[in-house]
Structure formats: C-alpha cells, structure tokens
C-alpha cells in the first residue's frame, strides 16, 4: 500500500501549490463508534471549515474500491477528498492539528490526496493504519487528525505528522466517541487551535441523556450549533428567536457552525458485519444554518446534479446565497457576524424552521425507502428526487 511513483510525483507537485498558498483550515468533528450509537451503526461527522466555500460531491469509480468525496468546486478528478465514503463501507474525514510536529522543506498540505488514496485502497481502519505506517516520512505531507469508520466495527482516530502517528480507538474510549477539532492529544500542550468548539463539542455530547447518539441528532442540531460555551448571550441550544425589525448579530468565529463553514457531512455507517451498501452519506452543501441534508449511497454510482457538476454545485450556491443574506460583510473584521434575525424571528419570517422541517422530512422519507430494500437504480432516482427537491427548498426562500 505504498504510495506509488506517480502518486508521489503528483504529492510532490501539490505541495508545491501548497506552500505558495496555505491555508488555515479549521473543522469540528467527531467519530462515534458502534456502541454509542442508537442502534449499533457507527457515525462519522465534519462540519468542514476552510476558505474553499464552493463544495461539491464527485462520485469516483475505481479498484479495488469506488468512492463518493466531499471535494472543492474546481477539482475534477477527485483526488483531494476532505470526507468520503466508499464501496467497502470505510468512510474518513480529516482535520488539520496544528501542534504536532512540522519541519521546513517537508511535503505538507496533502491530506486530501490521502484521504482519495484511502478511499480508493483501505477497506478498513487497519488497512489505513498500514497505509500510513508504510508511508510514513517527509513526502507523507501530513499534520493531522484522521478519523475512519469501516463496517467490522472500527471506528478510530489517528493523530497523523510526517515522521509518526497515534491511534485512538472510539469504542475503547470511555465515552464510545473520540471528538476532534484542531489540535492532537499526542501534540503539544496547549498549542493548536480549536479549543473553544471543542469544550462546546463536550457539552453537547455530555449533554445527552442516555449517551446514545443518531446520525439526524448530529445533523440537525450539532452541525448547526451556534453556542459559544464561554458566553451566555445565546439559549443553551445555541439559537434563539431574535426580533425581525432589526438585525441582531452574534459573532461565531469560536462557533461550531460558523462564516469559514463550507459543508458538514455524517456518515452513517453500516453495523459491523453488515452489507456495507447499508452506509449512507448525508451532505450539506454549504454553511449547515443555510442548507439541506441529501442522502447519498456509493452503489449507485453517480452524484445528482444538483450536488455535483462540473463547476459549482447549485446547491452550494443557493446555500452561498443565503449565507451573504445571513452575514452581509465581508471584510475580514466583520465576517464572521451573523444576523439571527434572518435564521429564527419572533414573528416566524427567519428560514431556518423551513430548513429544519424539510430536512426531518427528508429523514423520514429515507428510513421508510431504505426499509424497502431498494436496489440500485431505485437508489440513484431517490438521491436525485431529494437532491431536487432541495434545491427548489433553497430557491424559495427570499
């Protein structure tokens, strides 16, 4: 499972790009293995934050295993995946730790060639952990956290720099979870960034009663969580109904949903043992407060339109749309404030009950087609309906 001589050619040209423009990527997540899950099926959550705003999903048929990948507007090909999921059931998600280990004139940046390179090769959390065993060193071009979910019951983090890696297994963590955001518990002390969102993580997950969690409970409130736990302005719910005569701002730059969100993702995967066809990928195309989860399976083989295309997705640009409403600076002082009052208004005028009513809807709709068994094609219609009727969701709000 050694990087081949191309892949490595193309590592060494990236990083290249990298280094003439890096950025400061920041995401909040979480892996949760099988047992603290409702019903035994693993999840794996992103909420994906980084400069790259126009997202899409790429479908990428290849051996021994097809993918579908979370990947910026202008890459084609696939191989800079930042979440995906693929044929073998294994899903992974990345994000960057910014106090392990780094040296100047080594290969950096490069977890989404990785992560495309995991997705194409690794069935499971060990197939991973000896992809980056056997690739580890200077042109590895990692400073991250990794975090993967297979179906035979894996569920795992690795904590990953050029020169070494740590595992952390969720289902032997005390809490069956392991949350992450932007620094590693084998890097330094008190470095890193992400501390906030992750004190924020903890209580939403300590919070819940029985410590059983499902994959609608992540997206419909975790993705969108607006609380800063250092302050008491917001409900402990992190949103609340603010009057519609006037704006009335928050600033989210410590916020799990905030301006640099590009897209959340949450796989549910299939139970340890089981056809790994089961594993779904939920995707929301832009800032989550100003979009819609679509279902999406990697046997059908293909991405609907509405997600996917060419260039930007259109989801992803009426999700853009509603987010120049919902923080209307751009300017680097003010970018990350937030006008509530467009989100929930006392007077019932902010969009985000429509969102949260169809996406239930949609949550619904799914678990009643899944419990048909549908095959392939019946799939691939379904997929493509939600992801339509999305986006005319979307369209209509003014």
């Not at 983090?157 to 518990?185: C, Q």
């Not at 736990?229 to 402990?236: C, D, G, K, M």
Request: net charge negative; aromatic share 8%.
């Amino acid at each position: 499972m050694r990087l081949t001589r191309l892949t490595a050619l193309v590592l060494v040209c990236v990083a290249a790009a990298a280094s003439a423009g890096a950025r400061a990527d920041e995401c909040s997540t979480a892996v949760i293995s099988g047992a603290a899950g409702v019903d035994g099926r693993p999840i794996l959550w992103k909420n994906r934050d980084t400069d790259q705003l126009s997202n899409k999903v790429v479908f990428v048929a290849d051996a021994p295993y097809s993918y579908l990948g979370l990947v910026d507007a202008d890459d084609a090909s696939g191989r800079r995946v930042y979440v995906g999921l693929n044929s073998a059931g294994l899903a992974i998600m990345n994000t960057v730790a910014y106090n392990l280990p780094g040296k100047s004139g080594e290969a950096s940046d490069l977890e989404g060639t990785i992560m495309a390179d995991a997705l194409r090769l690794c069935a499971t959390v060990e197939d991973f952990e000896k992809y980056i065993r056997e690739n580890v060193g200077p042109g590895l071009g990692s400073r991250a956290n990794f975090g993967v979910i297979d179906a035979e019951g894996g569920a795992a983090v690795l904590e990953v720099h050029n020169n070494g890696y740590k595992r952390l297994d969720a289902a032997t963590s005390p809490e069956g979870y392991i949350l992450v955001t932007n620094f590693s518990r084998s890097g330094e002390a008190d470095k890193g960034r992400g501390y906030v969102r992750f004190d924020r993580l903890t209580e939403l997950f300590r919070g819940d009663e029985d410590g059983k969690y499902s994959f609608d409970q992540i997206l419909g409130d975790f993705t969108r969580d607006l609380r800063n736990p250092y302050l008491s302005r917001l409900e402990p719910s992190g949103r609340t109904k603010a009057p519609a005569d006037k704006p009335q701002f928050i600033y989210t730059q410590h916020t799990i949903d905030r301006g640099s969100t590009a897209a959340a993702a949450v796989i549910y995967g299939a139970a340890a043992g089981s056809d790994p066809r089961n594993a779904t990928l939920w995707v929301i195309l832009g800032e989550p407060v100003c979009g819609i989860a679509v279902p999406l399976w990697v046997e059908t083989g293909e991405v609907p339109p509405a997600l996917g295309g060419a260039a930007a997705a259109p989801v992803n640009q009426e999700s853009m749309r509603l987010k120049s409403i919902l923080r209307p600076y751009v300017d680097d002082e003010r970018v990350e404030y937030a006008d509530l009052a467009r989100l929930e208004s006392r007077d019932g005028t902010g969009w985000l009950p429509v969102l949260l009513r169809k996406e239930k809807e949609i949550v619904e709709r799914t678990n009643r087609f899944l419990a048909t068994n549908p095959d392939r094609t019946a799939k691939a219609q379904f997929q493509k309906q939600i992801a339509t009727e999305v986006l005319e969701t979307l369209k209509g709000i003014k």
